[in-house]
C-alpha cells in the first residue's frame, strides 16, 4: 500500500468561511456591508488561515429576502457594489490563494426578474412554461395544498392570467420550472459566465427543492407538528421536494462545473442522512459536498453526536468527501445555542472531524445572536410568523471588528443592531488576546492546515458517553492526534483502553493553560473542556 498522501484539491483540505455579506463590512458608510468593505478585509482571512470564502448572494435584487429573489444573475446588486468591485475582489483574493464561493439560487427567481414579468404577461408567453402555473380547483381554492417555507399557502393567484402560480418561498420568490429544457439551459449559462470569470464554485440554494412531483399531488398532513413549529411543518414535503429527477438536473451542475479546473458545488440540503447521500450523485456526479448540518440541528448531547458523526461517516458513498458546518445565516449562533463556553468545544469539533469545515462569519470571535424588536425586524420569515420567533435576524447582526463605534463595521448606523457586547467582542481586541475564541480559531485552523492527520487522515471513533466524545485522526505518514472533548459543565474522566497506551503531547485546547501537558492513562478534563493531543 503506498503511504504518499493523496494530493487533495483545495475544497477538501481548506476550511471555508461564509460571509453573509450585508453584515460583513461597509465601505461606503451607508449602513450595509458591500464588496469592497469584503476585499478591504481578505488580509484577514489570510491571517486566520481561511482557504475559500463563500459570499451569500450579491446579485440584483429587489432584496424582499435580502438577495435570495435574484432579479439579474449576471450583475451585481448597487447595494454591494459593481461588477468593477467584483471583478477586483476576486483578484485580490486570488492574488492571496483564496478561492471565492458564490451563492447560486436556481429554485426561485425574483418576481421582478424579467423572465418572470414575462411569463406573468400572458398564458401564451413564451416564457409561461419557466414558472409553475395552475388553474385552481374547480372552487377557485389553490391547486394544492403545498405550504410556503415562509408562512402560508405556496400558491399566489395571479388575478391578471387567472392562474396560480408556485413559490415555495416567498411570493415574491416564484419558483422557476426546472423541467423546462430552456430554463436549464439558461440556468448552466449563468453558472458558465461566473465560472467564465474564474469564480471557484457555488453554493446552491436549495437544491432539494428544484424539482416537484409532476402530478403536484397533496403532501400529507406531518403527524409529529407542534404549534411552535413553523406551518411549513404542518405537512411532510414528499412531493414537492426531493423528487428522484433533481439528481439528473444537479449532475447537470456538476457537468458544467467540472468542464472548469478544480471548482466545487455545494449543495443545500436539509434532509435525513440517508436522504442527503443521495445528493453525491449515484456515480459520484451530484453535489462534490452536500452540505451537512448535523452539528446545526442536533442536541448538543455527546452520545447523539457521537453516533451522528458514525452514522454520517458509515452512510458515505465512496469517494464522498465529508463536511461539518457549526452555523449559517438561517440559524441560531453556535455560542447561543450552546453557550459560549460549549462554542470552544465545538470549535475543536469543527475542526478536527473528517472533512471540510464551513465557518460562519463572526463564530471565529464567539458572536452570538442579538436580540431584534419587532419593530427592528428585516427577516420575512420573522415578519410572516409573528407568533413563532423565527427571525433569522439575531443570527445576520454586523460583524464585529473592534472597539469603535458599531464595532467598526460602520461609520453609520448599520440595518441591524450591533451586539452590546461589541466592545469585548470583536476581531481586534481578541487578536492580541491568547485566551479568546478568535486566537483558539486560529490555532485550530493553522493546526489542521499543517497536518494531513487533521485536513484528511482517516477517522477513528474511540469513545462516546454522556459526557465525552474521544476520536483519533491518522494521517497515512503515521502522524496521529487524539481529540478528546467533554460536551458537559462537569468535570469527566477518559481512562484510556487502547493497549499500548496512548501517550502525546497536547498541542490545542480550549484554554491554552492545557497545552503542553502530556497525557496519561486517566485523561482528566474540567467542564467544557476539550484537548487535542499530538500522538508520539
Ligand atoms: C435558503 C437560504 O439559505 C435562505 O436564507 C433563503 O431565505 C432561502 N433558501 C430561500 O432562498
Known amino acids: 500500500m503506498s503511504t504518499d498522501t493523496p494530493n487533495l484539491t483545495w475544497w477538501k483540505t481548506g476550511v471555508i468561511y461564509q460571509i453573509y455579506p450585508r453584515s460583513f463590512r461597509d465601505s461606503n458608510g451607508d449602513g450595509i456591508g458591500d464588496l469592497q468593505g469584503i476585499t478591504d478585509q481578505l488580509d484577514y482571512f489570510q491571517w486566520l488561515g481561511i482557504r475559500a470564502i463563500w459570499i451569500s448572494p450579491i ?14 444573475y449576471t450583475d451585481i446588486d448597487p447595494m454591494f457594489g459593481t461588477m468593477a468591485d467584483f471583478d477586483r475582489l476576486l483578484n485580490e483574493a486570488h492574488r492571496r490563494d483564496l478561492k ?5 439560487v436556481p429554485n426561485h427567481t425574483s418576481d421582478l426578474h424579467p423572465w418572470f414579468v414575462e411569463s406573468k404577461s400572458s398564458k401564451t408567453s413564451a416564457k409561461r412554461d419557466w414558472y409553475i402555473w395552475q388553474d385552481g380547483k374547480p372552487d377557485g381554492s389553490p391547486p394544492n395544498n403545498w405550504k410556503s417555507v415562509f408562512g402560508g399557502d405556496a400558491w399566489e393567484w395571479d388575478a391578471h392570467t387567472h392562474q396560480y402560480y408556485y413559490h415555495g418561498f416567498l411570493k415574491e420568490q416564484p419558483d422557476l420550472n426546472w423541467r423546462n429544457r430552456e430554463v436549464q439551459e439558461a440556468m448552466y449559462d449563468v453558472m458558465r459566465f461566473w465560472l467564465d470569470k474564474g469564480v471557484d464554485g457555488f453554493r446552491v440554494d436549495v437544491i432539494w427543492h428544484l424539482i416537484k412531483d409532476d402530478q403536484l399531488r397533496d403532501n400529507p398532513p406531518n403527524p409529529d407538528y407542534s404549534e411552535t413549529q413553523p406551518t411549513y411543518d404542518q405537512l411532510l414535503p414528499v412531493y414537492s421536494t426531493d423528487q428522484p429527477e433533481v439528481h439528473d438536473i444537479v449532475a447537470q451542475m456538476r457537468k458544467v462545473t467540472d468542464a472548469y479546473d478544480e471548482r466545487v458545488i455545494i449543495g443545500e440540503v436539509y434532509l435525513p442522512i440517508q436522504q442527503l447521500m443521495t445528493y453525491y450523485g449515484a456515480q459520484n456526479d451530484g453535489a462534490h459536498m452536500p452540505f451537512n448540518f448535523l452539528l446545526v440541528k442536533l442536541p448538543w448531547q455527546a452520545q447523539e453526536i457521537a453516533a451522528a458523526i458514525d452514522q454520517y461517516e458509515g452512510a458515505l458513498p465512496d469517494g464522498g468527501w465529508p463536511n461539518w458546518v457549526l452555523g449559517n445565516h438561517d440559524n441560531t449562533r453556535i455560542a447561543s445555542r450552546i453557550g459560549e463556553p460549549q462554542a470552544r468545544v465545538a470549535a475543536l469539533l469543527l475542526l478536527t472531524l473528517r472533512g471540510t469545515p464551513t465557518l460562519y462569519y463572526g463564530d471565529e470571535i464567539g458572536m452570538r445572536d442579538v436580540p431584534i424588536s419587532a419593530e427592528q425586524m428585516r427577516d420575512p420569515q420573522g415578519i410572516n410568523m409573528p407568533d413563532k420567533d423565527l427571525s433569522r435576524d439575531p443570527c445576520r447582526t454586523p460583524m464585529q471588528w473592534s472597539n469603535k463605534p458599531y464595532a467598526g463595521f460602520s461609520e453609520t448606523a448599520p440595518w441591524l443592531p450591533v451586539d452590546k457586547k461589541y466592545a469585548r467582542v470583536n476581531v481586534e481586541t481578541q487578536r492580541n488576546d491568547p485566551y479568546s475564541m478568535l ?19 482517516s477517522y477513528t471513533p474511540l469513545l462516546a458517553n454522556d459526557q465525552l466524545i474521544a476520536y483519533r485522526r491518522d494521517s497515512p505518514h503515521g502522524d496521529s492526534f487524539l481529540v478528546v472533548l467533554n460536551l458537559t459543565s462537569r468535570p469527566c474522566r477518559y481512562r484510556q483502553t487502547e493497549q499500548p497506551l496512548l501517550t502525546g503531547e497536547v498541542v490545542a485546547a480550549t484554554s491554552p493553560e492545557l497545552e503542553g501537558a502530556t497525557i496519561e492513562e486517566n485523561i482528566y478534563l474540567a467542564g467544557d473542556e476539550g484537548i487535542v493531543v499530538r500522538l508520539a
Open 439 to 457: 486566537s483558539l480559531y486560529h490555532k485550530l485552523i493553522r493546526l489542521r492546515n499543517s497536518e494531513p492527520a487533521l485536513n484528511q487522515g
Open 59 to 72: 446579485f440584483r435584487s429587489p432584496m424582499a429576502d435580502f438577495g435570495y429573489d435574484v432579479s439579474d
Open 100 to 104: 471565492v464561493i458564490l451563492d447560486f
